[in-house]
Protein backbone atom coordinates (compact mmCIF):
# COMPACT_ATOMS: atom_id res chain seq x y z
CA UNK A 1 0.00 0.00 0.00
CA UNK A 2 2.61 2.73 0.99
CA UNK A 3 4.81 1.99 -2.13
CA UNK A 4 1.42 2.78 -4.05
CA UNK A 5 1.14 5.98 -2.59
CA UNK A 6 4.58 6.59 -3.04
CA UNK A 7 4.78 5.37 -6.71
CA UNK A 8 1.39 7.71 -6.94
CA UNK A 9 3.36 11.31 -5.31
CA UNK A 10 6.55 10.51 -7.69
CA UNK A 11 4.46 10.09 -10.75
CA UNK A 12 2.57 13.90 -9.18
CA UNK A 13 5.56 15.35 -8.74
CA UNK A 14 6.93 14.03 -12.32
CA UNK A 15 3.83 15.50 -14.15
CA UNK A 16 3.87 19.02 -12.59
CA UNK A 17 6.99 19.25 -13.69
CA UNK A 18 4.97 19.77 -16.70
CA UNK A 19 3.51 22.81 -16.12
CA UNK A 20 5.46 26.13 -16.45
CA UNK A 21 4.18 29.47 -15.09
CA UNK A 22 4.44 32.55 -17.33
CA UNK A 23 8.43 34.35 -16.30
CA UNK A 24 8.31 37.91 -15.50
CA UNK A 25 10.40 38.45 -18.30
CA UNK A 26 9.61 41.23 -20.67
CA UNK A 27 11.40 43.91 -18.87
CA UNK A 28 8.76 46.43 -20.40
CA UNK A 29 10.32 49.74 -19.39
CA UNK A 30 8.32 52.17 -20.99
CA UNK A 31 6.66 53.62 -17.57
CA UNK A 32 9.45 53.04 -15.68
CA UNK A 33 9.67 54.71 -11.98
CA UNK A 34 13.25 56.17 -13.50
CA UNK A 35 11.49 57.51 -16.50
CA UNK A 36 10.20 60.87 -14.24
CA UNK A 37 12.14 60.08 -11.01
CA UNK A 38 15.53 60.26 -10.79
CA UNK A 39 17.26 57.46 -8.60
CA UNK A 40 20.62 57.69 -7.28
CA UNK A 41 22.80 55.30 -8.03
CA UNK A 42 23.00 53.55 -4.61
CA UNK A 43 19.69 53.75 -4.27
CA UNK A 44 18.92 51.58 -7.47
CA UNK A 45 21.84 49.55 -6.79
CA UNK A 46 19.26 48.23 -3.53
CA UNK A 47 16.44 48.13 -6.00
CA UNK A 48 18.12 46.08 -8.42
CA UNK A 49 18.91 43.51 -5.33
CA UNK A 50 16.59 43.91 -2.91
CA UNK A 51 12.67 45.02 -4.62
CA UNK A 52 13.14 44.72 -8.94
CA UNK A 53 12.63 40.45 -8.59
CA UNK A 54 8.52 41.15 -7.11
CA UNK A 55 8.40 44.64 -8.30
CA UNK A 56 9.56 45.13 -11.78
CA UNK A 57 8.95 43.84 -15.14
CA UNK A 58 12.46 41.73 -14.56
CA UNK A 59 12.60 38.68 -12.17
CA UNK A 60 15.70 37.06 -11.97
CA UNK A 61 15.11 33.52 -11.44
CA UNK A 62 16.63 31.55 -9.12
CA UNK A 63 17.66 27.30 -9.63
CA UNK A 64 14.70 26.31 -7.64
CA UNK A 65 12.82 28.26 -9.95
CA UNK A 66 12.63 24.99 -12.61
CA UNK A 67 11.25 22.47 -10.41
CA UNK A 68 7.27 22.80 -9.47
CA UNK A 69 5.72 23.83 -6.94
CA UNK A 70 7.97 26.64 -6.11
CA UNK A 71 7.72 28.20 -9.58
CA UNK A 72 4.34 28.58 -9.03
CA UNK A 73 4.93 29.87 -5.35
CA UNK A 74 7.53 32.49 -7.01
CA UNK A 75 5.26 33.10 -10.29
CA UNK A 76 2.39 34.08 -7.48
CA UNK A 77 4.55 36.02 -5.29
CA UNK A 78 5.78 37.79 -7.90
CA UNK A 79 2.59 38.48 -9.47
CA UNK A 80 1.63 39.46 -5.75
CA UNK A 81 4.19 42.03 -5.81
CA UNK A 82 3.93 43.87 -8.61
CA UNK A 83 0.16 44.21 -8.18
CA UNK A 84 0.79 46.50 -4.79
CA UNK A 85 4.12 47.87 -7.14
CA UNK A 86 5.62 47.48 -10.11
CA UNK A 87 8.11 49.78 -10.65
CA UNK A 88 8.00 48.96 -14.05
CA UNK A 89 4.79 50.57 -14.94
CA UNK A 90 5.16 53.38 -12.26
CA UNK A 91 4.47 56.57 -14.56
CA UNK A 92 1.67 54.88 -15.97
CA UNK A 93 -0.39 55.50 -12.36
CA UNK A 94 -2.21 59.03 -11.74
CA UNK A 95 -0.35 61.02 -10.14
CA UNK A 96 -1.90 60.78 -6.53
CA UNK A 97 -1.32 56.80 -6.74
CA UNK A 98 2.13 57.05 -7.59
CA UNK A 99 2.84 59.96 -4.49
CA UNK A 100 0.41 57.00 -2.36
CA UNK A 101 3.13 54.13 -3.52
CA UNK A 102 5.78 56.26 -2.87
CA UNK A 103 4.35 56.99 0.84
CA UNK A 104 4.15 53.36 0.97
CA UNK A 105 7.44 52.61 0.48
CA UNK A 106 8.69 54.41 2.99
CA UNK A 107 6.32 53.05 5.42
CA UNK A 108 6.53 49.43 4.38
CA UNK A 109 10.74 49.45 4.69
CA UNK A 110 10.89 51.60 7.57
CA UNK A 111 8.49 48.82 9.52
CA UNK A 112 10.95 46.34 8.09
CA UNK A 113 7.83 44.50 5.96
CA UNK A 114 9.79 44.61 2.99
CA UNK A 115 11.23 43.09 1.32
CA UNK A 116 9.49 40.04 2.75
CA UNK A 117 11.29 37.78 5.30
CA UNK A 118 9.96 34.59 2.97
CA UNK A 119 12.48 36.45 0.58
CA UNK A 120 15.14 36.22 2.64
CA UNK A 121 14.75 33.38 4.41
CA UNK A 122 17.30 30.59 5.02
CA UNK A 123 19.62 33.01 3.27
CA UNK A 124 17.95 33.01 -0.03
CA UNK A 125 18.93 36.48 -1.25
CA UNK A 126 21.25 37.51 1.33
CA UNK A 127 22.18 40.60 -0.63
CA UNK A 128 18.22 42.08 -0.14
CA UNK A 129 18.72 42.26 3.73
CA UNK A 130 18.61 46.09 4.19
CA UNK A 131 20.46 47.70 6.43
CA UNK A 132 19.47 50.59 8.60
CA UNK A 133 22.00 52.72 6.17
CA UNK A 134 20.18 50.89 3.25
CA UNK A 135 16.81 51.26 4.31
CA UNK A 136 17.66 55.35 4.98
CA UNK A 137 18.71 55.72 1.59
CA UNK A 138 15.47 54.12 0.11
CA UNK A 139 13.28 55.49 2.59
CA UNK A 140 15.35 59.21 1.80
CA UNK A 141 15.08 58.92 -1.77
CA UNK A 142 11.09 58.34 -1.98
CA UNK A 143 10.27 60.81 0.60
CA UNK A 144 12.37 63.01 -1.70
CA UNK A 145 9.80 62.23 -4.68
CA UNK A 146 6.95 63.05 -2.14
CA UNK A 147 8.46 66.58 -1.76
CA UNK A 148 9.21 67.71 -5.48
CA UNK A 149 5.20 66.18 -6.18
CA UNK A 150 4.26 68.51 -3.22
CA UNK A 151 6.10 71.26 -4.92
CA UNK A 152 4.95 70.48 -8.46
CA UNK A 153 1.42 69.93 -8.13
CA UNK A 154 -1.84 70.96 -5.67
CA UNK A 155 -2.14 69.15 -2.19
CA UNK A 156 -5.44 67.67 -3.42
CA UNK A 157 -4.44 66.47 -6.46
CA UNK A 158 -1.60 64.12 -4.80
CA UNK A 159 -4.90 62.98 -2.48
CA UNK A 160 -5.92 59.68 -3.42
CA UNK A 161 -9.68 60.02 -3.64
CA UNK A 162 -12.45 57.65 -2.12
CA UNK A 163 -14.34 55.13 -3.80
CA UNK A 164 -17.76 55.40 -3.30
CA UNK A 165 -20.08 52.37 -3.16
Not at 37 to 52: G, H, Q, R, T
Not at 87 to 115: C, D, R, W, Y
Not at 130 to 144: H, S
Request: a positive charge; hydrophobic letters at 40%.
Amino acid sequence: MLKKIGIGLVAIFVFIQFIRPEKNVSNDQTYHVSKKYPIPVEVNKILESACNDCHSNLTKYPWYAQIQPSAQFLANHVNEGKEHLNFSAFTNLPIAVQNHKFEEVIEMVKEGEMPLKSYTYLGLHSDAKLTDTQRALITGWAQMQMDSLAAQYPADSLVMKRRKG
